[in-house]
């Protein structure tokens, strides 16, 4: 997600959505009556018989109705009333229309009330998105090539060769892998793609794992035929990037839950609606973990909750309806909070 703009005085984010999972993070933070400024294509009817349709590109503002994300068409579909348009000759006021939002397309939406967690949602997919400072390491063992990737570039940084010709020796023993580290370091990324055909990648990753270096960056692995240009297209192509950002994502959101299950069984942790609430009131809630299931089917209640823990500065995180571990926090009631001390 590349973000633009965020004005909470107006209740307007402007943003970029860069892979499917945007769309997805989009879809859950419109409501009903929001406004949504964008492009869309429409067949306008001949005006004399025998003329051929035209289609043009109109710019719309839409009062919503709903919003969906569809995952098999890669496109998030906004149906609403429109108030406003252009070329205004075309326009129907008050009449309804669709609007198919698709990636790398600028998305400007105003909000009834545009809530801190929405605010923060958006900051986790710019965060969480592969596109965000990705280190990629396409090699064999022969040729590294590091380079920052997204969905519409690729920014090469580094080529490195290895040194022993002839007879091979073990990859550990070399400088090879020593090169590719050091270098990774001083690109300082904040995640890191090891691709390529063979075995290669796998020695490497265990050989960065060795060094058990603390606040190291994740290191993702996925394989390709080739390395070079053929390498980069097939790991674009293949929506290889967006599997890694769902990975990183859930793993993330998979630790937050295992920390939470921990502390439970020390008594530092409560769940369920009514003993969140207490605790957040009384300043014992650090972090407050919500369920999207939850949320989504209960957002009146869900929002008090998530406002009230942005009153009292307590850490939010939403738990994704499609990470299977959300199951564990809507067997809590949907909604569970780590504390900062024991309650009594």
């Not at 018989?49 to 919503?64: D, H, P, S, T, Y």
């Not at 091979?168 to 793609?193: A, C, G, M, V």
Request: contains cysteine; proline residues 2%; charged residues 35%.
């Amino acid at each position: 997600m590349k973000l633009l703009k965020i004005d909470r005085k107006e209740n307007e984010v402007i943003c970029i959505p860069e892979g499917l999972d945007d769309l997805w993070h989009l879809e859950k933070i419109i409501d009903k009556d929001d406004i949504i400024y964008a492009s869309t294509d429409r067949k306008i009817k001949p005006a004399k018989e025998g003329e051929k349709a035209m289609r043009i590109n109109l710019f719309l503002e839409l009062q919503v109705i709903d919003a969906h994300f569809h995952e098999y068409s890669e496109e998030l579909r906004v149906n609403g009333i429109i108030l406003s348009g252009k070329p205004e000759e075309y326009i129907e006021l008050r009449s309804h229309h669709s609007v198919e939002i698709r990636t790398g397309e600028k998305v400007k939406l105003k909000k009834k009330n545009l809530a801190q967690w929405q605010i923060e949602r958006l900051k986790k997919a710019q965060n969480a998105s592969a596109t965000s400072k990705l280190l990629v390491v396409l090699l064999d063992d022969e040729e590294a090539e590091l380079a920052f990737i997204n969905h519409y570039s690729i920014s090469r940084k580094a080529t490195i060769k290895e040194k022993i010709r002839g007879k091979r020796f073990k990859q550990e023993k070399s400088d090879y892998f020593d090169e590719i580290f050091n270098k990774i370091k001083s690109l300082e990324p904040k995640k890191i793609l090891l691709a390529g055909p063979g075995f290669v990648k796998e020695n490497l990753k265990k050989f960065i794992d060795d060094k058990k270096i603390k606040g190291f960056p994740q290191v993702m692995i996925e394989t390709t035929a080739s390395i070079g240009e053929t390498g980069y297209k097939e790991l674009l192509a293949s929506g290889k990037l967006e599997s890694i950002e769902k990975q990183l994502q859930m793993g993330k959101e998979s630790k937050i839950i295992e920390e939470f299950l921990a502390v439970l069984a020390k008594g530092k942790a409560e769940y369920g609606k009514n003993e969140v609430i207490k605790a957040i009131t009384q300043g014992a809630a650090q972090r407050v973990i919500i369920a999207e299931t939850f949320l989504m089917q209960n957002r009146k209640e869900a929002e008090e909750i998530l406002n009230l823990a942005e009153q009292y500065k307590c850490e939010v995180e939403i738990i994704s309806s499609r990470n299977p571990q959300e199951k564990n926090i809507v067997g809590f009631g949907g909604v569970v909070t780590t504390l900062r001390y024991k309650l009594e």
